[in-house]
C-alpha cells in the first residue's frame, strides 16, 4: 500500500460524499495504490452509513466506528494505528483544505522529507475570535516549548510509515499528535495554501475543545506553567516580605498602625488567588498523569472492516 489517507469524522454526512469524490480523484492522478480510511467519531447524523455505501461500493474504502465520541485527536490515532500505507495523509472531511495539495505534498515526500505539513496563509470563514486565540496559542506554544512547533498550521500533512510507528509508541491519553510529529524530529518541510470555508455542516470544535486541546498541548510539551507558579510564590512572598516591613515600620516608628486595614484584605485576596492558580495547574499535570495511570483504552471500536494490527 503506497498512500493511506486518515480521515476523522463527526457528523459530515453533508461533506462524505463530495469528499470522496475529490480525494479518489487526487489518488488516480498520483497512479498510486490507497485506501481511504474513514474514522467515525461517534456521529449523530447518517455519516457512517454514507461511509458503509462508499466502502460497499470501493474496497478501498475502510471505516472505524467508534462507540462514543472519543475526541479529533484519538480518532486520528485510531486511523494510525490500523492503517497500511507507508506515505499517511491526515486529512480533515470538512473540505476546508484542498485533497489537491495532496498530489505536491507527495511529491516533496519523494525528495527525502518524512513529514511534510501543510501552513495556512489565511483561513476564510472563521471569526476574529478564533483566529486570533489560534495565532495566540501556537505563538505562545512555540515560545515555551524545548521544540519547534510549526505555527499557522493544523493536522494537514502527509508523514512517513517510520513517523506513525514512532506515534505508536507514545503511550499518553491526551493526544497532541502536531506537537509529537514534531517532536520526533526527522526532515520537515511545509507547503503553503489558502484555507476555504467548510463546504457543509458545522464546526464540532467548539471553544471548549479548543480550550482543552490548547492545554494538552500546553501541559504535554511544556513545563513552562510550572516554573511560572514557582516564579509567582516568590514574587509574593517578597512583596508579603515587604508589606511586613511596612507595617512593623508603621507600628513602632510612625506609630500610625491601624488594626483591620484594607492592605491585610487585598495581601490575604492576592495570595488566595495565586495559590488557587497554582493548585488549578498542578492539577493539570495530575489530572493527565492520572489518566495514564489508568491505562483505560485509548478508544473503543464498535465496527470496522479492517482487522486490528
Not at 221 to 228: E, H, Y
Not at 261 to 278: N, P, Y
Amino acid at each position: 500500500m503506497d498512500i493511506s489517507v486518515v480521515i476523522p469524522t463527526y457528523n459530515e454526512e453533508a461533506n462524505v460524499d463530495k469528499l470522496y469524490q475529490r480525494l479518489s480523484e487526487v489518488m488516480q492522478q498520483l497512479s498510486v495504490s490507497y485506501e481511504l480510511v474513514f474514522v467515525n467519531d461517534g456521529s449523530r447524523d447518517r455519516t457512517i452509513a454514507l461511509i458503509k455505501d462508499l466502502a460497499g461500493r470501493d474496497e478501498r474504502v475502510k471505516y472505524i466506528d467508534f462507540s462514543r465520541n472519543f475526541g479529533h485527536q484519538i480518532a486520528v490515532t485510531a486511523g494510525l494505528d490500523r492503517c497500511g500505507g507507508q506515505a499517511i495523509v491526515i486529512f480533515d472531511a470538512d473540505l476546508q483544505d484542498p485533497p489537491e495539495l495532496i498530489i505536491e505534498m507527495y511529491q516533496k515526500m519523494k525528495e527525502g522529507y518524512e513529514v511534510v505539513y501543510a501552513k495556512r496563509k489565511n483561513r476564510r470563514g472563521e471569526s476574529w475570535l478564533k483566529l486570533w486565540t489560534a495565532g495566540a496559542f501556537y505563538r505562545i506554544l512555540s515560545n515555551i516549548t524545548s521544540i519547534s512547533i510549526p505555527v499557522d498550521t493544523g493536522d494537514f500533512r502527509i508523514i512517513d510509515r517510520k513517523v506513525v510507528d514512532i506515534l505508536k509508541q507514545m503511550p499518553e491519553k491526551s493526544k497532541f499528535l502536531r506537537g509529537q510529529i514534531s517532536w520526533v524530529g526527522f526532515n520537515q518541510t511545509f507547503l503553503e495554501y489558502e484555507r476555504q470555508e467548510r463546504h457543509g455542516g458545522e464546526t464540532g470544535y467548539t471553544y471548549r475543545k479548543m480550550l482543552n486541546f490548547a492545554l494538552d498541548g500546553s501541559t504535554g510539551f511544556s513545563d513552562l506553567p510550572l516554573k511560572i507558579v514557582t516564579y509567582f510564590g516568590f514574587l509574593v512572598s517578597f512583596v508579603a516580605f515587604l508589606v511586613m516591613i511596612y507595617a512593623l515600620v508603621s507600628r513602632f516608628v510612625w506609630e500610625d498602625y491601624e488594626p483591620g486595614w484594607t492592605s491585610l484584605m487585598i495581601s490575604v485576596l492576592f495570595i488566595g488567588g495565586i495559590q488557587m492558580i497554582a493548585i488549578g495547574i498542578i492539577g493539570e499535570y495530575l489530572s493527565r498523569m492520572n489518566q495514564n495511570i489508568r491505562n483505560r483504552p485509548l478508544y473503543i471500536v464498535k465496527d470496522s472492516n479492517i482487522e486490528a494490527l
